[in-house]
């Protein structure tokens, strides 16, 4: 399955009272495959605020996400967790609402060895019959998904991908060692195009909500063989993928949109809004 270069991790847009903005998450939806050129987006991940997200919100969320993508882009749940249990089960209910993909995040908190990653992500895998990405980040987790151990899981035959927060050294022995057809993306925006230069498929992106087009164009430019034009946008929007992460995501992100005219709301606590200043801050990247 294809899930093309630029998937964006969508946030999830929430109204006043900080329920979820169904209306809100339709337009964004929209915005984000008509204007900002996703080709897939990730429901309920780190930037949707899954911690904070009842099952029952995330299943919601996964099903409105299906009906809205009308074959548009793929979907690709954010199912993960630190319970393998708990992550079979709401695998699996996302596998029957229609879901293309899921991502599988590292288990935080509890810190297996690598052993125990494999094991775990081996029993999710194995109970349904969808892709699965690994997510691997070992700054929220605290627990690193080694080079060995992707490739390792690389051989499972419905693990095809994995999106990866670590360096090019990790990435460069991913992409050297998995399977035939496994698929490497960052999860780090200005690492996009580093990523691509030692061979990772594409991205993973929060900065694609406000610019996915202008990612998607640097990503075609080092494709079509024009590297200099690629290394000239990543320049350029080096300040933008470093800012919207200069205090806690994803409300750096959300402010963006809002200054836009988007229906992104607050945030669940802990997290908390932009306050004034940082939102003169995240304006002042787009001027």
Not at 197 to 222: L, P, R, T
Not at 233 to 253: I, N, R
Request: aromatic content about 6%; hydrophobic content about 40%.
């Amino acid at each position: 399955m294809d899930f093309g270069r630029l998937i964006t991790a969508m946030i999830t847009p929430f109204n006043s009272d900080l329920q979820i903005d169904w209306e809100g998450f339709e337009t964004v939806f929209d915005y984000l495959i008509d204007e900002q050129e996703s080709d897939s987006l990730v429901i309920c991940g780190t930037t949707g605020e899954s911690p904070t997200l009842t099952e029952e919100e995330k299943l919601q969320l996964f099903e409105a996400a299906v009906k809205r993508a009308k074959g548009r882009c793929r979907i690709i749940a954010g199912t993960g967790s630190n319970d393998t249990a708990h992550s079979i089960h709401l695998s699996q209910a996302a596998e029957k609402l229609g879901v293309d993909a899921l991502l599988l995040v590292a288990p935080y908190y509890n810190r297996p060895s690598q052993e125990g990653l494999y094991q775990h992500f081996k029993a999710i895998a194995e109970s349904v019959s969808i892709p699965v990405i690994l997510y691997n980040v070992p700054s929220r987790s605290s627990v690193n998904i080694s080079a060995e151990t992707t490739i390792r899981l690389s051989q499972i035959p419905n693990i095809v991908a994995t999106k990866d927060c670590t360096g090019t050294d990790q990435l460069t022995q991913i992409v050297s060692g998995a399977a035939e057809g496994f698929l490497v993306y960052t999860g780090d925006d200005s690492a996009g195009l580093p990523a691509l230069s030692v061979g990772a498929h594409g991205i993973v992106s929060v900065a694609s909500h406000v610019v996915g087009k202008q990612m998607k164009q640097m990503i075609e430019a080092y494709l079509g063989g024009d590297v200099k034009q690629a290394a000239k946008l990543h320049g350029q929007l080096l300040p933008v993928f470093g800012g919207l992460f200069t205090f806690p995501s994803p409300a750096p992100v959300k402010a963006a949109l809002s200054l836009k005219g988007l229906p992104a709301g607050g945030v669940r606590l802990p997290l908390v809004e932009a306050n004034e200043a940082e939102r003169k801050f995240i304006a002042s990247l787009f001027e």
